[in-house]
């Protein structure tokens, strides 16, 4: 509960509400001179912890307490490096659930009912600073730094904020959230309860929004200092200009004497926005256009849309036809894993010949081991690498790396 009564926040209300222009006044220009009329009224708004005396002789400004609430309530940015310490938050929420634990096991209500009460309030002020915090850092993104004029302050001001937000994002990282149920780890009451997984319910929503924060941080500067180079650039080229007039371009530059002929340009044609019927030069054309504009435009004939058929052929179903050799070399490579013995793709040609003649199949040895080897090419790397390819052949004359191969051998890899 609060140490004042209703009469004295009453009374505080009223000193407010009755010079509400002159604490206006105060807090929008900086500060306010007293003179004789203000005197008695000052020094009661003084008394009143509302106004302070300012450096000079005879100035009054706002105090703190007073300009950090309107501050809050008109949402200036001056309460954005407000800095959370969510490890002392933590330690004091768990001393006060200590408290609290010990309170309801000892089976004193009143105790509890202030522990409990007092750990509801510092659950608030942690939220609630937090979420004004980032309420914040996120006005001053969307309102584009409205407090400041320059694009320079407004740089400075987002490269605070942005440091300021992955300090406060590295801090929260550090803290485990789901280490607070170990708090509600005991036959505790639902009120309790509830309170602690609200708390934690709300820290997890506030890392996505934080980070989210720091990502529009980062896109605003990049355009602020875009910005700023596209404003540089125009002051580079202004300042040009003024030091080599001779870039500027006369109006009467047409009627120089010294403008070749092929330069010269026309006089600027007088533009209007009406005819002006007093104009004898004008009237010739103008009744001609008049003339045209009420003869009846001829109507074009509509021509017939042409039509033609479209003849649609049913679609033609194609039956799957397999290659009989292309199904022998798969045939090969099944053996070889199934016998986990290495087969010779010329031995598995003669062993096959009776098979094949009787269906009427022949293929001759040299494009058989070509066929083999192909098939090997065409594996994966994962399937080439389970395989292990011997090649027997002997090497062409005249020549360093290449080989005339007449048999594969075809066997599996061991691991």
């Known amino acids: 509960m609060a140490g004042f009564d ?18 206006a006044n105060a807090y929008v220009y900086g500060s306010i001179a007293a003179d004789s009329q203000d005197n008695k009224t000052i020094s009661t708004l003084h008394k009143a912890g509302l106004l302070r005396p300012d450096d000079e002789v005879g100035e009054f400004r706002v105090t703190t307490d007073f300009k950090r609430m309107l501050n809050r309530l008109m949402r200036k940015q001056s309460s954005y ?51 004004n915090n980032l309420d914040n850092m996120h006005y001053g993104i969307v ?78 500067l990049f355009r602020l200092r875009r910005d700023e180079k596209k404003a540089n650039q125009l002051r580079s080229m202004t300042r040009f ?7 500027e371009l006369s109006d009467n530059l047409y009627e120089h004497p010294e403008l070749p002929e092929g330069l010269k340009l026309a006089p600027a044609m007088a533009l209007k926005s009406y005819v002006d019927t007093r104009n004898t030069a004008l009237e010739t054309p103008l009744i001609q256009l008049v003339q045209a504009l009420r003869k009846q435009s001829i109507a074009q004939d509509v021509k017939e849309r042409e039509t033609a058929e479209i003849e649609v052929n049913p679609i033609e179903r194609v039956s799957y036809q ?38 009427e199949h022949s293929i001759k040895p040299k494009a058989w081991i070509e066929l083999v080897f192909s098939c090997y090419c065409k594996l994966t790397n994962e399937q080439q690498a389970a395989f292990s390819l011997n090649l027997k052949g002997v090497q062409v004359a005249g020549t360093s790396d290449n080989f005339s191969y007449h048999d594969v051998v075809i066997g599996l890899n061991e691991y």
């Open 6 to 23: 209703a009469g004295q926040v009453s009374a505080l209300l009223r000193k407010i509400g009755a010079n509400d222009e002159l604490l």
């Open 81 to 131: 490096r407000q800095l959370t310490d969510m490890g002392k938050v933590i330690e004091a929420l768990d001393e006060t659930v200590k408290d609290y634990q010990l309170s309801v096991q000892a089976e004193q209500s009143e105790d509890a009912e202030l522990f409990l009460e007092q750990l509801d309030d510092l659950l608030y002020e942690t939220k609630d600073g937090l979420n």
């Open 143 to 220: 309102s584009q730094f409205g407090f400041v004029s320059s694009l320079a302050n407004k740089i400075r001001q987002n490269e605070r904020y942005l440091n300021h937000a992955q300090n406060l994002l590295t801090e929260l990282q550090q803290i485990d959230p789901e280490a607070c149920y170990e708090w509600i780890n005991w036959p505790c009451p639902n009120e309790f309860a509830r309170k602690i997984t609200g708390f934690v319910y709300w820290f997890n929503k506030v890392l996505p929004r934080l980070r989210f924060i720091i990502d529009n941080m980062r896109l605003s």
């Open 241 to 247: 200009l003024r030091q080599h007039p001779e870039f």
């Open 322 to 359: 397999s290659d009989f050799f292309d199904l022998q070399a798969e045939l090969l490579f099944e053996q070889a894993i199934t016998s986990n013995v290495a087969i010779s793709a010329l031995v598995f040609w003669q062993h096959s010949q009776d098979d094949w003649q009787v269906n």
